[in-house]
């Protein structure tokens, strides 16, 4: 049921995200239907990273067996597109784009509040369903965490610059990527 990540990405309108006061992002649903049948929006589910994380320490047996049950319900639900967990930055590298200048960063980094652990990718009715689901979600750490929900863009989201040349073109580089799996 799992789909890898770059199938997940981009795939058909569902959502339109917009910004309100006093709430930062809202999913208006549009009447758009999934491959189950009912109204649906994609998210990125991101499991902020922690010290420990960023420190290399692995989940225990317990962690991992809770979260294995978890994802299963994600799973049976209809919900998980796909979820990973990530290495530490100190594995990892940026890249700073400067106009045409490009500059590779080695990790680690030093916000580890704005690193990320682990994500998910979800396929929810609404950003409400989302943290609902997220609430259900065994904590991701040791001690305190965070996960974030952020609505995936979907092609209606770009408008009119997103033309239908360009709806070709990434049909195409999709069919070009699923051949790959």
């Not at 047996?61 to 639900?77: F, I, W």
């Not at 209809?78 to 490009?102: C, I, N, T, W, Y």
């Not at 863009?153 to 195409?172: S, W």
Request: charged share 30%.
């Amino acid at each position: 049921m799992a789909r890898r990540l770059i199938d997940c990405l981009v795939e058909r309108p569902v959502a339109t995200i917009s910004e309100t006061p006093g709430r930062k992002l809202m999913a208006n649903v549009n009447v758009n239907m999934n491959n189950r049948g009912d109204l649906s929006m994609r998210c990125m589910v991101i499991v902020k990273a922690t010290q420990d994380s960023e420190a290399g320490i692995m989940p225990d047996e317990k962690l991992l067996t809770d979260m294995g049950k978890y994802n299963e319900e994600l799973v049976k639900a209809g919900v998980m597109l796909a979820g990973e967990g990530l290495h530490p930055s100190s594995k990892g590298a940026r890249v700073r784009f400067s106009g045409a200048q490009r500059t590779v960063i080695d990790g680690p980094f030093a916000e580890t509040k704005e690193l990320i652990a682990g994500f998910w990718l979800w396929q929810v009715k609404s950003l409400e369903d989302a943290i609902e689901w997220v609430k259900r979600c065994p904590n991701p750490m040791p001690g305190e965490s965070e996960i974030e929900i952020r609505p995936v863009f979907e092609a209606d989201d770009f408008g009119e610059a997103f033309t239908p040349e360009l709806r070709e073109q990434e049909d195409r580089i999709r069919a070009q990527a699923a051949k790959l799996q």
